[in-house]
């Protein structure tokens, strides 16, 4: 039997990045995967094609709606939808070798099949030709990831009542859609589909779309959504759902209580994901799972069993790619005897919609709930130079800072590529910045990130530069 002092199970960016650090702390380690392609979620099914998606369908968006304003006349543009696929499909392969590879470069020994632990030190590897592999080791991770929830009443199909998964590889471009939750899946694959001129509905169980991000955003975010002919359903409580070859109709009820019917090709349901830990054996190893399905760890990511760890979305906590590196990274320190830390309150996070919205910290919502004293700084980016080149002007940077000591709190942003400007917030906040540090600090002009060095001074004084 081959003997490891570490294997990790899922290659997801928690358990891939988890098993490079192993590799490179000096563990013999392996790593099991139950599909062929490496990546898990986030590069097959996940992160990686919808952002591929995204960018393709904003291109066509753009020459439709914007190119002429810029003086380019680019007529009679057709849509591709199996090529559009394809592409995100040669960008998911391309990306998930560049894994096999950094297993290959790390000395990590991959195995493919279904694990399922036998003991605290020992686990079996169910390969699709049904052979069975049988593989100990000193320490194991759980990196199995999670995957989509549903709703009791209703069935996904994978025709018609569809989870992302399928969103994300559809034979036909939809002539309309219904998406039931206005999350963060909700908001990317309904920008996606709206681009390409389907008509979307969106039915969200809240009163507002991406509910826990500051309400600001969602306010904006509607907004620009509904430039896309969007249309948003609140307050609903969906009720069941029919289809058939042709199409789904969905039944919900509104706050009043009132019934009311939905039609479209196809229904997306993205309500939320919920851990996966399906068949892996968790009670012959000592693992204990909370009343929501995940697993329990101690603040070492420690399982109930002492030499088992888990990360990502399989424990509590965002369920996001960046937060299951960070935790991949940490366990395998932790191993090495190390003392790493992770700073859960400024992991950002990021909706890929167009324009973008990133955050982090707390929003406004939490400073008073809290009883936390602060001030505000907002700059419209319909403000800023480089946005007006761009013709980007929806949106804005929101700055909260501490009312006393100006340190900043929360940074709160929607526009264009915010999803990378946001990381100088994170880094101001993990050096506990001031808002009046991010105003001192040199902006290349014209850049997006100067909307942030004027909200930051708006913050710190209640007065602009350029405003
Ligand atoms: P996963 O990526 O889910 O990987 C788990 C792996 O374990 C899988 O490959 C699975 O096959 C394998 N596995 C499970 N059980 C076993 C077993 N018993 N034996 C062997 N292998 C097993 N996050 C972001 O940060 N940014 C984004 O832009 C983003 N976009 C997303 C878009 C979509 C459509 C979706 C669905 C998710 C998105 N996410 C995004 C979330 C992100 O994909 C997850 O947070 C991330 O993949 C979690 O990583 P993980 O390593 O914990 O698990
Ligand atoms: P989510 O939690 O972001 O959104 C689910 C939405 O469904 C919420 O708005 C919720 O109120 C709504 N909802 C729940 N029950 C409902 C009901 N019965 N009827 C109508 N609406 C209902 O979850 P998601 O969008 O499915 O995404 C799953 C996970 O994947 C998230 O945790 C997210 O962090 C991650 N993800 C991240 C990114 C990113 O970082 N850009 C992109 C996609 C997914």
């Known amino acids: 039997m ?81 090529q559009m696929i394809q592409r995100k499909s040669d960008v998911v392969s391309q990306t998930a070798d560049g894994v096999r590879y950094l297993m290959k ?81 909700g908001c990317e694959l309904a920008s996606v589909y709206a681009r390409l001129g389907t008509r979307v509905q969106i039915i969200e169980y809240m009163d507002g779309l991406i509910p826990g991000m500051d309400k600001d955003l969602a306010a904006e975010l509607q907004k620009v959504m509904k430039k896309l002919n969007v249309d948003f359903y609140f307050n609903q409580k969906v009720t069941g759902a029919i289809s058939d070859e042709d199409g789904v109709i969905i039944t919900a009820n509104d706050k009043d ?17 919920r851990a996966y830990t399906d068949n892996l054996g968790l009670n012959a190893a000592g693992v204990s799972l909370d009343e929501r399905g995940k697993v329990i760890v101690d603040e070492q990511l420690k399982t ?22 960070e935790e991949g990274v940490f366990v395998a320190e932790v191993l090495a005897g190390k003392k790493p830390h992770i700073h859960y309150h400024l992991i950002p996070g990021v909706v890929y919609t167009w324009p973008e919205v990133a955050a982090v910290g707390y929003t406004e919502q939490q400073l008073i709930e809290k009883n936390i004293a602060y001030k505000k700084g907002s700059y419209p980016f319909k403000a800023l130079g480089r946005a007006r080149a761009a013709m980007e002007s929806d949106g804005f940077v929101k700055i909260l800072a501490d009312q006393e000591t100006d340190e900043v709190l929360g940074v709160h942003m929607i526009g264009p590529r915010v999803a990378d400007v946001i990381a100088e917030a994170v880094v101001a906040m993990e050096f506990r910045a001031s808002a009046e540090d991010l105003f001192r600090i040199s902006h290349a002009h014209p850049t997006f990130a100067e909307a942030v060095k004027e909200a930051a001074i708006i913050a710190s004084e209640g007065r602009g530069i350029n405003i």
């Open 2 to 82: 081959n003997s490891y002092d570490v294997i990790v199970i899922g290659s997801g960016p928690g358990g891939y990045v988890s098993a490079i650090r192993c590799a490179q702390l000096g563990f013999k380690t392996a790593i099991v995967e139950r599909y062929k392609s490496l990546g898990g979620t986030c590069l097959n099914v996940g992160c990686i094609p919808s952002k591929a998606l995204l960018d393709s369908s904003e291109h066509y968006h753009l020459a439709q709606h914007h190119f002429k304003t810029h003086g380019i006349n680019a007529e009679s543009i057709q849509i591709n939808f199996k």
């Open 257 to 273: 209580n009132k019934e009311q019917t939905f039609s479209a090709d196809y229904c997306l349901v993205a309500v939320g994901r």
């Open 304 to 325: 109930t069993a002492p030499n088992i760890y888990a990360i990502g979305d399989v424990i509590r906590g965002a369920m996001l790619a960046h937060k299951a590196e």
């Open 105 to 185: 470069k790390n000395k990590i020994d991959t195995y493919h099949g279904h694990g399922s632990f036998l003991s605290s030190t020992k686990i079996a590897v169910a390969g699709d030709d049904h052979s069975t592999t049988e593989l100990e080791a000193k320490y194991f991770i759980i990196a199995t990831g999670s995957k989509p929830s549903t709703l009791p009443n209703i069935t996904i199909d994978k025709k018609r009542i569809i989870t992302s998964t399928e969103a994300l590889s559809l034979g036909e471009l939809p002539k309309s859609m219904i998406v039931i939750g206005g999350g963060v899946i």
